[in-house]
């Protein structure tokens, strides 16, 4: 009975969000803050494929933009240079970075810990400088103009930021659906075990490759489906999108929202968005301000936002518990 409460208010919070979302529009007339949402909620869902292989599998992917990129540029180049569908070359987006990354997998898993990182951290260097450099293919630093907006889906048009809004809010919402089904799976919980110790896992029968290349894939189609997605939303591309910027910001949603939760990468995607905005004279500084923040909540703070809410939860919880001796003075006077 005590743990009916919180995992009949699971549902709810998520659904209460859901319905938050969908109500956004009608409150908010400005198509930039609709916009900037609607961004913010595909970069969400690049994010919580991140969580999924550092949060839940403890691999810190630094080349994670890079694939979001290889996602993005994927539709851009079949719909502009090729007239490919839409929706065709968007597909595609998920199945080339699941190609790619198994690819990437197969070498850089092998390896464990920082030196994973560094392998990736040298990948997505390499996925910016062949953006960058192969102007027959990604049109280098003048980068893809006029890709195809998403058509629309029977009566359905994407023609106005609100139903463009409402599109990568659907994403986002089967995204997180889909990833809560996984996490909650055998599957995750074999993730999970990974994550706390490979040599017990390994002692238990797993097989640490096969399992950790399968989050890398997912992880993988998660970024290039929300690259996809970018791609027809903003409808220009330049190298930047592979930068190691994105991937760092990606990173830091996750630090901030909470590692290993399905909450946390949401809360600190649609939140921190909005504290760049109001520091946008300080963006030259970005790396100065974060930087040390990420360090500081990683020593005081390692499972973020959500992580303290569950904390100050605990606390409250166990503060409305009777004493031990009362209770039992209570149960002694009863059996009297």
Known sequence: MKTSRPLAARPLGWLAALALGLALPFFVRNDYTLTVMATAYIFALATVGLNLLTGY??????????????????????????????????????????????????????????????????????????IEKWDSLTHGVVGIIGIAAPPGIGPVTFDSPRSLYYLTLAFLAVGMWLMHRI???????????????????????????????????VSVFYAGIAGGLYAGFVRFLGPDLASIDHTFDMTMYVVVGG??????????????????????????????????????????????????????????????LPPAGVHQASRGDGHA
């Open 259 to 320: 590692l290993g939760t399905l909450a946390g990468p949401l809360i600190g995607a649609l939140a921190l968005p909005w504290l760049t905005q109001y520091l946008q004279f300080m963006q030259d500084y970005r790396f100065l301000v974060f930087g040390p923040l990420l360090i500081v909540l990683l020593i005081f703070l390692p499972n973020g936002l959500v992580g303290l809410y569950h904390s100050a939860r605990k606390r409250i919880w166990l503060r409305r």
């Open 183 to 217: 996490v909650d799976s055998l599957l995750g919980h074999t993730f999970i075990a990974i994550r706390n110790s490979e040599n017990l896992a390994q002692a238990l029968g797993i097989d640490l490759m096969r399992n950790k290349l399968l989050a890398f894939l």
């Open 57 to 130: 599998t403890g691999q810190f992917n630094l080349a994670h933009g890079g694939f979001m990129a290889i996602g993005a540029y994927t539709v851009g180049i079949l719909t502009v240079d090729h007239q490919v569908p839409f929706w065709i070359a968007f597909a595609l987006a998920g199945v080339v970075c699941v190609v790619l990354g198994f690819f990437v997998g197969i070498l850089s898993l092998r390896l464990k810990g920082n030196y994973f990182s560094i392998f990736t951290l040298c990948v997505g260097y390499i996925i910016f400088l062949v």
